[in-house]
């Protein structure tokens, strides 16, 4: 096949994570690849998270196609910072895991401005192990070991990938059961300490493959060995056998509480055996008068029985019980492969999970809804119940939100965990008997919820432990060992989610103090003028921005009564935000008011502000300054403003009769050069004139390719608003400010209306 490419950017945004997916997809679809789109878009959303929440920069997917084989690396513009394998304290590679299962190969390259990682899947339309489609069954089934089955077994190890046995103890073992026979179906541990339990019954019933070639396997016993019925028995986790599939007389017989403890001692030496009587236990579960079986075995272990049943004593021989062995071989291996295709199944409906989970702990930044999304990813697919507790270094543990896949009893389950002891202060995931500590009358107000199992699972985040989540289920629903290894790798990810909300929230909190300290407190009445202010911060708050206005009294006139007096105003904008441009935009807003109460003029303020920027160095900015004094008139028909432009887009006068005109001439903007000599311009308001002043943020509105200012844009929206009082003249210029463009607004909008009355 020929070589192709395929790559895109996208930003640093939670959004973008789903965006390079439906692009990975497409690629896939349009290259008729769909075969390996999903592991594709798996792997592909595990690096785009990590690109977004730990490298904070744009990412590339680049798709290639060679030779059949699938690569895709997803490469950021971070390369100094490298990516730790996970672990409690790490805060990068989180989809790593994920990735190794996935990928045939995988790896991380470096250059001096990038770095991406990369992964290669075999191509679709071949097997794991490379056979072609077409190959005989036999043939596959010589394949499989070699590399198929590894693959498979790697799936079974995965973090998310078995619905398998409960969570062990010491030594294997499951808390308050029996010991079992390593034959039994019961987890044993391989070389690297990871499970290879079979799944249980009940998960391959859930497999349309399985029932199939169960049905196959009663029709060909019945046939083989002349037998009134057949069946295929299922053993469960705790011993018991299930009916799998059943034809003849063994479709109406009950099993009872047969269980593989109770079966014929040939059992356990996985061989086949013949009961000529009813004494046989399985013969008795049956109803039947004579019975052949065979174990059907899966990596040594006994996964169930085949059986042949007639109501007659002594139908069966020694040769029949041999035939039936080898049918017994031939449908393990079928249910082997029907096993492995749900654990794969199984395996990418949580690694699925685990993507969209962290989509969605990505998108918000929220602390409260942060921890409400945890709380209900984990119930009720995990849990029965969820509680999410947090820790600051100023307060202990809080409970700061409780989830109940039954609402009626989520009060009396937050009762129970009020009353309970503290929260665990685990470093570790581990069962939690907290909800014993509470007062009696509270665990019986809680009803059987105080009797569930618990297991706790501590926030760690950037090495600090932040809280903990608890999950529970009833006594009798013990939690599965993938449901913990899974609620596991969402605390991991939770933490950091919730981390990064506290550090926004308090980042958001400080930044909005600031904003509100570099603000007027407050907006003086003059006596002939109306005045209106608006004040719209871009974004979400977490910056300081650069727009700034002011409206205050600067004394009484020289040589007028003492009620004549004056008022200043100004409206500015520092280039940039942040820190820095706060820094300006305060000694801007403070220095006009100290050098206006020294009686210095409007230019005067301006020269001596300039140079207060320029005094700054390499902390100062640039700042756009309108800058005017409001005197009453002597008839009180209006008001004088003597003004200067420092570079500020122009000031809009609006007359009665709907005419609009500029109002100052532009002069040098302040921070740039020194020794600048700035003039006023005069401005006789008359009654029912309006005077408005904005910043770029509203000429510069954008929609597409437009601006708000283009073409006489801001004059024809002020010429609208003829008639109008100050305040209506300023609400209907932010609402056109906010209506013009589909996006919200990148820039701080401020803008005053003066109106003479």
């Not at 943020?697 to 801001?714: A, F, I, K, Q």
Request: aromatic fraction near 4%.
């Amino acid at each position: 096949m020929d070589r192709q490419t395929a790559s895109a950017t996208f930003p640093s945004a939670a959004a973008a994570v789903a965006d390079a997916r439906r692009f990975v997809r497409k690629v896939l679809a349009d290259w008729g690849m769909e075969e390996a789109a999903d592991d594709a878009v798996l792997a592909t959303s595990e690096l785009a998270t990590n690109a977004v929440a730990y490298a904070g920069t744009s990412f590339e997917v680049s798709c290639r196609l060679e030779g059949g084989d699938i690569e895709i690396e997803v490469r950021d513009r971070h390369p100094t910072r490298g990516i730790e394998m996970p672990g409690v304290t790490a805060s990068s590679g989180r989809g790593l895991p994920s990735i190794a299962r996935l990928a045939a190969s995988w790896g991380v390259s470096y250059d001096r401005r990038t770095k991406g990682v990369w992964f290669r899947l075999p191509r679709p339309g071949a097997d794991e192990d490379g056979t072609q489609p077409g190959s005989s069954a036999d043939e596959a089934a010589e394949a499989e070991p070699a590399h198929g089955r590894a693959r498979a077994e790697r799936a079974a190890r995965g973090f998310a990938g078995l619905d398998t046995a409960a969570e062990s103890g010491p030594e294997g073992a499951v808390p308050g059961a029996q010991p079992r026979d390593d034959r039994l179906g019961g987890e044993r541990l391989d070389a690297d300490g990871m499970g290879e339990t079979p799944a249980a019954g009940d998960r391959l019933l859930r497999s349309p493959a399985a029932v199939e070639a169960m049905d196959d396997a009663v029709a060909a016993v019945r046939e083989v060995l002349g037998a009134d019925g057949a069946a295929v028995l299922l053993t469960e986790r705790d011993g018991r056998l299930i009916m799998g599939a059943s034809g003849g007389t063994a479709a109406e017989m009950p099993l009872g509480g047969l269980t593989v403890g109770g079966l014929a001692p040939a059992v356990r030496a996985g061989s086949p055996w013949v009961a000529p009587d009813a004494s046989d236990p399985a013969a008795a579960a049956l109803r039947a008068g004579s019975l052949a079986a065979a174990p059907l075995e899966s990596q040594g272990r006994l996964t169930g029985l085949l059986v042949a049943v007639t109501s007659a004593p002594g139908r069966f021989q020694e040769a029949d019980g041999a035939r039936l062995g080898r049918l017994a071989d031939e449908i393990s291996l079928s249910l082997e492969k029907a096993r492995v295709g749900e654990l794969e199944r199984s395996w990418r409906g949580w690694l699925s999970f685990v993507a969209e989970a962290s989509d969605l702990l990505a998108g918000t930044l929220d602390q409260e809804r942060t921890m409400a999304l945890v709380a209900q990813l984990v119930v009720p697919r995990l849990a029965t119940w969820c509680a999410v507790y947090t820790v600051t270094e100023a307060e202990p543990a809080r409970l700061a939100y409780v989830w109940h896949a039954d609402e009626t009893r989520a009060d009396g389950l937050r009762d129970l965990l009020d009353q309970a002891r503290s929260a665990p202060p685990m470093d570790a995931p581990g069962p939690w008997n907290g909800l014993a500590g509470a007062p009696e009358e509270t665990r019986a107000a809680a009803g059987d919820t105080a009797d569930d199992q618990v297991y706790a699972f501590p926030l760690i985040a950037r090495g600090r432990r932040i809280g903990s989540i608890v999950i529970g289920r009833p006594a009798g629903d013990r939690f599965q060992r993938s449901a913990i290894e899974l609620a596991e790798e969402l605390s991991r990810r939770a933490a950091l989610a919730v981390d990064n909300a506290r550090l926004f929230s308090a980042q958001t909190a400080m930044s909005s103090a600031l904003q509100r300290s570099l603000l007027p407190p407050g907006i003086p009445e003059i006596p002939g003028l109306e005045v209106a202010v608006v004040y719209e911060p871009a974004g979400e708050g977490s910056e300081v921005g650069g727009d700034f206005y002011d409206v205050f009294e600067s004394g009484v006139r020289p040589g007028a009564p003492q009620s004549a007096s004056r008022w200043r105003f100004a409206i500015g904008d520092v280039c940039g935000t942040g820190p820095e441009a706060a820094a300006v935009t305060g000694l801007a807003r403070h220095a006009l008011r100290i050098l206006a109460a020294e009686d210095m003029s409007v230019p005067g303020v301006l020269a001596r502000l300039n140079r207060l920027i320029l005094g700054e160095g390499e902390r100062g900015r640039l700042l756009t300054l309108l800058h005017g004094e409001i005197a009453a008139r002597r008839r009180r028909d209006g008001v004088t403003i003597r003004l200067t432009s420092a570079g500020h887009p122009p000031p809009l006068v609006l007359d009665p009769e709907g005419g609009v005109r500029e109002a100052a001439t532009p002069q040098p903007l302040l921070g740039v050069f020194d020794g600048v000599e700035f003039h006023t311009d005069t401005l006789e308001l008359r009654r029912g004139e309006v005077l408005l002043c904005v910043t770029d943020g509203v000429t510069e509105r954008r929609s597409g390719n437009r601006l708000l200012g283009d073409g006489h844009g801001l004059e024809r929206l002020l010429a609208g608003c003829t008639g109008l009082s100050a305040g209506a003249v300023a609400a209907r210029i932010q609402r056109a400010v906010r209506d013009f463009g589909p996006e919200p607004s990148n820039d701080d909008v401020a803008l005053i209306v003066l109106r003479a009355s």
